[in-house]
């Protein structure tokens, strides 16, 4: 096959693209300038896309000997996920960018033009297992990514490799050194790539301004605070909400919901942060729409947040019902779907969550 290998600078992406020539496919290399000014350093292990990385890219496909391109996408990138990010906060959901990159930029934009130039798929450096059309939790359970995946179609699927999905991080890091690559203990990134300094409340700021309101007790309607945007809160936030004085129990309090239109911060203890029922629209059935209920294993955070659940297409979207309440369960975040099979490894699919009870 003729496979694009979308290379970020780092390891996994740089050993699952020496993977794809090994297996014998026609492998072009490409970075993806995702800002339209990328600094010229990391600042720690923070942020990726920059200058810096794109050199570790070009070096690696030196190295495995393979052609190397650097396309840009800082447009695209701005207005489905930065944008997106902006603006799902500003209506008070809590988005996931990797997955909405995924979504509109890897499997999206950066395949459609793979495709239209006659490559047969894309292959990248997530940490997930795909045969046969399915596509499965990694093997290293700790770097699993098959969350921010699960609203991929099937066709993008059919277009999709992820070599080293079946490694442990471990063995990759090895493998990496094995093949001479200096990026085999480069640290890995973390945090939002767009935000480098790890400050999102100061990122949402300097592009929402300030819009006042309250820090409302969701059990007395007391007062309790003030606030600059319910754009700085997430669901189930506990520290940083600015409470002027303690509630009437003295228990610690959370953010249990936003409610953007008149500014209201609620706030209450941690049994209101119990979730039974998610609703979700936008959902994406891989193999099929399920013909009534299914059993299943809800997840809704790229790392835990998992519980046995029955969820029933409905309409245009999901309902979910969950066998065990979960906690910090936010609109806007992903539910993807597992198979709960032993080890509850397969993707049986994916939405985004609107509201819970």
């Known amino acids: 096959m003729r496979v694009l290998a979308a290379m970020s600078g780092g390891v996994d992406s740089s050993v699952a693209a020496a993977r794809a020539v090994d297996a014998g496919h026609d492998v072009v290399g490409v970075h993806l300038a995702l800002s339209a000014q990328p600094g010229t350093l990391r600042t720690g292990t923070r942020g990726c896309c920059t200058k810096e990385d794109a050199a570790d890219a070009r070096r690696v496909a030196d190295i495995i000997d393979i052609p190397f391109y650097v396309w840009d996408f800082a447009d695209e990138f701005s207005a489905a996920v930065v944008d997106d990010f902006v603006a799902e906060y500003a209506a008070g959901r809590t988005p996931n960018p990797c997955l909405r990159c995924n979504e509109k930029i890897k499997f999206t934009a950066l395949l459609d033009r793979a495709c239209a130039l006659g490559f047969d798929a894309v292959c990248t450096g997530h940490y997930a297992r795909l045969a046969g059309g399915v596509l499965r939790r990694a093997v290293d359970v700790g770097k699993d990514q098959s969350y921010v995946l699960a609203g991929l179609t099937a066709d993008q699927l059919a277009h999709a490799l992820f070599p080293v999905g079946d490694t442990p991080k471990a063995g990759i890091r090895a493998e990496a050194t094995r093949r001479g690559l200096a990026v085999a203990d480069k640290p890995d ?3 939002i790539c767009f935000i480098p300094s790890g400050d999102t409340r100061a990122f949402l700021a300097q592009r929402l301004g300030s819009r006042p309101g309250e820090l409302v007790d969701e059990q007395t309607g007391e007062v309790l605070g003030s606030h600059h945007g319910v754009h700085g809160f997430t669901i189930g936030q506990r ?3 600015g409470l002027q004085h303690p509630a009437p129990d003295g228990r610690p309090r959370f953010v249990v919901a936003l409610e953007p239109v008149t500014g209201t911060v609620r706030v209450g203890s941690a049994q209101h942060l119990d979730v039974r029922v998610v609703e979700a629209e936008r959902p994406v059935w891989p193999n099929g729409v399920p013909d009534g209920p299914i059993e299943c294993i809800a997840q ?41 099979d032993p080890g509850g490894d397969i993707v049986l699919g994916s939405a985004t969550i609107t509201t819970t009870r």
Request: aromatic share 4%.
């Open 300 to 340: 809704v955070r790229a790392h835990g947040g998992c519980a046995s659940a029955v969820a029933e297409a409905v309409h245009n979207g999901v309902l979910v019902q969950l066998r065990q309440p979960l906690r910090g369960v936010a609109p806007g975040q992903a539910v993807a779907f597992y198979r709960p």
């Open 189 to 191: 990134s973390h945090d």
């Open 239 to 241: 520290r940083g909400l």
